[in-house]
């Protein structure tokens, strides 16, 4: 056996019916696995010590071709090696060398799932070959016999998980003998066993058998019927408890994927095997499309508050920042948007990053920081900050409400709504201040204020922009032809639906329209929808392969608006998160006016 013996099927028995393969997808009994064993010197695995290589090539329990090989090691082979395997010195001098055998032996790889018992120790020669001799290493799929055995048969079944005991269990009609072919042969027979066993556990596809041999949690094994059944279309998944309660909701593309992945090693997060282990029953709800997936689950965890969810549960729990409507405005936290003449910033997720833009504005304008209702007729003493000068103190009067709504006041509504330069330009002369005069750390806090202030601005034009429109359909291609449809009234997507491909969409388009929820405007920016909803479809929207089909008017945001600072505020985080080597010195390029700044 000094040469290598290789029979092969015809081509078309290595392919699946329509040409193509899918590995992961594949049946078991579709699977071409290509079961291997070497047999060494004993040493370890560093791209030599191979002394024989068997494999056999098999697929639905046709075999369909056979290597095997002597491999000449280049070094002395261990007397209790010969003993063990019959393999002498003598019988390994003619055979070739492994960098000899590889081209042929990857060959018989190519496209197929590589077997082996004990699968880390062959792999693990063949790849240190693999690079000790200039050969890329494959990444084939592989199945460990061992592992699975492991999984699937028990201590009253077998004593151990050696070859040879489970060759004799599955009455493999060779026995090992510690030579290569006849190993990996008594292994083919092993394999088909232990793939009838599986059957058992609902293990049908090559995906879940890899998955299945690795180590998964008595409760994922237990629960795994929860997966059974589910539709494989995009859309929502709400696994749920003895008391009907959701636990936690998540969306894919493909359902019943997805939730078969919470049954597999692959699932590690402690609070979802807690979770799995309360879970009775998953709920699936077919969607048109993605993005009706996306904003369903938004609203499944804002509705139900799923105690296994970490995002997305409390969308109300927002706040604003409000230019309160008194003869010398103030700004002030509040949690909700009101139908009056008020300036609203927002929202903001937190308190804390709302005062954080509020102390932005008032490093940049002169509004008063007190909160105290001031008269126009009678005054009242001024605080510190008026000594200090960081105040006009309008409690005494110093201003009049004209020029305190001029410079203070306005500067505030225009950036909300239009062009916050003023306001950006006043925090970057502070800033550039600051670290002229070396102190670093004030200017890092005023950083963090534009930060917080153009973040603010930014999204609420952006989604002020989409809102105020009534209604706007678009629609982009799906993977198949088909086209995705959205209806977006207020910002909220009040309809979504899938048009076949090779069928005008118009029908389609026009039912959804038909169909579509009823959705009033409000205050605000965000007044029918949540604010990451919103965003979510206009994330949509800014795929270059969507297609805008009508609008209900113009979808524009202001020219010389805050968007035009996005270039600037990326620099700004950069510097803030450490990924600017610069982090006080990061420059802008202004392209209104090609000044630069330091932030």
Not at 58 to 82: D, S
Not at 95 to 122: K, T
Not at 233 to 243: C, K, L, N, Q, T
Request: aromatic share 6%; net charge positive; with cysteine.
């Amino acid at each position: 056996m000094a040469q290598p013996a290789y029979v092969q099927g015809t081509l078309d028995t290595l392919l699946s019916a329509d040409g193509s393969v899918a590995p992961a997808a594949l049946s078991l009994r579709d699977t071409t696995f290509v079961v291997l064993d070497l047999e060494t010197t004993g040493g370890a695995a560093d791209g030599a010590g191979i002394t024989e290589i068997g494999a056999v090539k098999v697929r639905g329990g046709e075999q369909l071709g056979v290597f095997a090989t002597l491999v000449n090691p280049g070094e002395r082979l261990p007397p209790f090696i010969t003993v063990l395997t019959g393999i002498t010195e003598a019988m390994l001098a003619p055979a070739p060398p492994i960098e000899v055998v590889l081209p042929s032996l990857l060959e018989f790889l190519r496209g197929a799932v590589l077997v082996a018992h004990n699968a880390p120790y062959d792999v693990g020669f063949l790849k240190a070959a693999c690079a000790r001799h200039g050969y890329p290493w494959p990444q084939p799929r592989v199945v460990d016999t061992a592992a699975l055995a492991r999984r699937v048969l028990t201590r009253d079944e077998v004593p151990n998980r050696k070859l040879s005991t489970l060759a004799r269990f599955f009455h493999a009609a060779v026995e090992p003998t510690h030579r290569a072919l006849d190993d990996a042969r008594a292994t083919v027979d092993v394999l088909h066993g232990l793939i009838e066993r599986l059957g058992g556990h609902r293990v049908h596809t090559l995906g879940e058998a890899i998955e299945f041999a690795k180590a998964v949690t008595p409760t994922q094994r237990r629960k795994r019927h929860l997966a059974d059944g589910l539709p494989h279309a995009p859309g929502v998944y709400v696994f749920r408890g003895a008391d009907d309660r959701a636990l936690y909701v998540g969306t894919s593309k493909d359902i019943a994927t997805r939730v078969r992945t919470y049954f597999t090693a692959s699932e590690k997060r402690a609070r979802i095997s807690e979770m799995l282990a309360a879970a009775t029953r998953v709920e699936a709800v077919e969607c048109a499309h993605a993005l009706e997936a996306e904003v369903r689950e938004l609203r499944l965890i804002a509705a139900h508050a799923p105690p296994y969810n970490r995002r997305s549960k409390y969308p109300e729990r927002v706040v604003w920042l409000k230019l309160t409507t008194e003869a010398y405005p103030r700004l002030s936290v509040v949690r909700q948007l009101a139908d009056d003449d008020a300036t609203y910033l927002g929202p903001f997720s937190s308190r804390r990053t709302a005062e954080l833009a509020a102390a932005g504005f008032h490093d940049a304008v002169p509004l008063r920081q007190c909160t105290h209702r001031l008269s126009v007729r009678t005054p009242t003493p001024a605080c510190a900050l008026a000594e200090l000068g960081r105040c006009p103190a309008p409690c005494e009067h110093r201003i009049t409400t004209d020029e305190y709504a001029h410079r203070a006041a306005q500067p505030f509504r225009t950036a909300t709504h239009g062009d916050p330069e003023p306001i950006v330009d006043a925090l970057l002369a502070r800033i550039t201040a600051l670290s002229d005069r070396q102190r670093y750390e004030e200017a890092a806090v005023v950083r963090s204020r534009l930060i917080a202030m153009l973040r603010a601005t930014v999204r609420m034009q952006r989604l002020g922009s989409l809102t105020r429109l009534p209604e706007l359909v678009a629609a982009r291609r799906d993977a198949i032809g088909g086209w995705e449809i959205i209806v977006v009234r207020h910002g909220r997507l009040a309809a979504a639906a899938t048009s076949p491909p090779r069928q005008h969409p118009r029908p389609t388009l026009d039912a959804a329209r038909a169909t579509a929820e009823t959705v009033r405007p409000g205050p605000g920016p965000v007044p029918a929808a949540s604010a990451e909803e919103t965003e979510r479809i206009l994330a949509w929207l800014d795929r270059p392969d969507t297609r805008l089909v009508e609008t209900s008017g113009d979808w524009v945001s202001p020219a010389r608006g805050a968007a035009r600072f996005s270039s600037l505020l990326s620099r700004a985080e950069a510097a803030a998160s450490g990924r600017d080597s610069a982090v006080c010195s990061s420059v802008t390029d202004r392209s209104d006016d090609r000044r630069s700044h330091r932030l």
